[in-house]
């Protein structure tokens, strides 16, 4: 049984030692918020295999929303990051486009990611909050699109508002694909997504 307590050197400064306690708590958190769901997950059970007490759970996150809040928040850095790197290759921009709206719904069928963002996240967070840990995911898509008009190769009234529909209807597609294991669903979506981008391509 892990305990952090118990791996705590006494050479560690209190900030090394804080920020090992929060480590352990989010990743035990998201494990059992990936398995358990959030309403399922006690803080109790969170904290009863590191050894830490309650007050150093709150201490760190106030409650449970608020440690469900900072992993869901890392999983959203996870999957712009993993964005970021699918397309980091590619030189076309309609393809980066493409690619990278494809990959996003590649999240929808990896665990733990799926269950954390696109189940418990929409049904546990605030349409603001979910927005704001989406803000630079979103901005990433915003720039790709606003790139992909300045050289002609999309043709949309307002590069902005041709965001919001991709995001949304993204948000809307993964939470479908999330639902189920079934590969034809995903490769179904990703069709999808393609579809409506080609039909604004020059």
């Not at 630079?136 to 902005?160: C, P, S």
């Not at 669903?185 to 999808?192: D, F, G, S, W, Y």
Request: charged letters at 25%; aromatic letters at 8%.
């Amino acid at each position: 049984m892990f305990n952090i307590v118990t791996v705590m050197s006494t050479k560690l400064t209190k900030a090394e030692q804080t920020q090992r306690t929060r480590r352990a708590i989010l990743d035990r958190a998201r494990h059992l918020f990936a398995i358990k769901g959030y309403a399922a997950t006690g803080t109790e059970e969170i904290i009863s295999e590191l050894g830490i007490t309650r007050g150093a759970l709150y201490h760190q996150f106030k409650d449970k929303l608020g440690v469900f809040k900072a992993v869901v928040a890392e999983a959203y850095d996870e999957i712009t990051n993993y964005i970021t790197i699918t397309i980091q290759p590619l030189d076309d921009t309609w393809e980066q486009l493409v690619i990278g709206c494809q990959a996003f719904l590649e999240i929808a069928q990896k665990e733990e990611l799926r269950r954390l963002v696109f189940i418990e996240a929409p049904a546990v967070l605030s349409a603001e909050t979910l927005a704001e840990f989406d803000q630079y995911g979103f901005g990433l898509l915003h720039k790709v699109i606003q790139i992909a008009v300045n050289e002609g190769k999309l043709n949309t009234i307002d590069a902005e508002g041709f965001a919001h529909l991709i995001n949304g209807s993204l948000n809307e597609l993964a939470g479908w694909v999330a639902q189920s294991d079934d590969p034809e669903r995903l490769k179904t979506a990703q069709q999808l997504v393609e579809t409506l981008l080609n039909k604004h391509q020059n």
